[in-house]
């Protein structure tokens, strides 16, 4: 993969960080396919919410662990949740971007793959489902671009803000429990991801 682009967006909330087309075209490329070979052994599928509603994004992971849904809760596990199988490894690329952009001594341990197509979003959350809510979260996007929603971890104004494909951006420090989600894609935007939509890969340190 080629060498991030060291130039980052200034933002208002301070510990998000942004990186525009840290990604350029062949690493895009490269880690898309990355991903889709990982999803051969691990499919993308639809998580439901502890209280049974289906997600509109299709998961799936790369790493020793990964975020799972479902009604037993949210938590991080070893094993895809339909196959059984461990999930694949998460590649060395993804490694370097982590040591590269955040710095943190120790590499994530988890890779969650969320698939957009069409209508798919999500809602504002925090991610806390980690054991070390200092450790940050290191977010790629790839294909059609997205409407991204970010505000404090206390509530009150949040603003939108585009990812596109290569885009790489962080939750860390004061921002690390930032509320976030995804407001809508702009369908058509990119032509990476085969079928159209979006692909975010999300690293973190879940243990
Ligand atoms: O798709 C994105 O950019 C955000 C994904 C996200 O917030 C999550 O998986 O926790
Ligand atoms: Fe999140």
Redesign the pocket.
Known sequence: MNRPVIRETPTSLPGFRLWPGALDAAAQKTLMDQVLAAAETAPFYRPVTPGGRPFS?EMTGMGSLA?VSDRAGYRYQPTHPVTGQPWPPMPQTLLDLWDALTGWPAPPDAC?V?L?RGEAR?GL?Q?RDEADLTAP?L?V?LGDT?V?RIGPAEGGKTHGLK?ASGDV?ALMGPARLAR???DRLLTGSSQLVPGGG?I?L?LRRAL
């Open positions: 994004v975020w969650l969320n957009y999500m959350h991610d979260v977010s996007s997205a991204f990812l951006c976030h989600g995804i979006r975010n999300t």
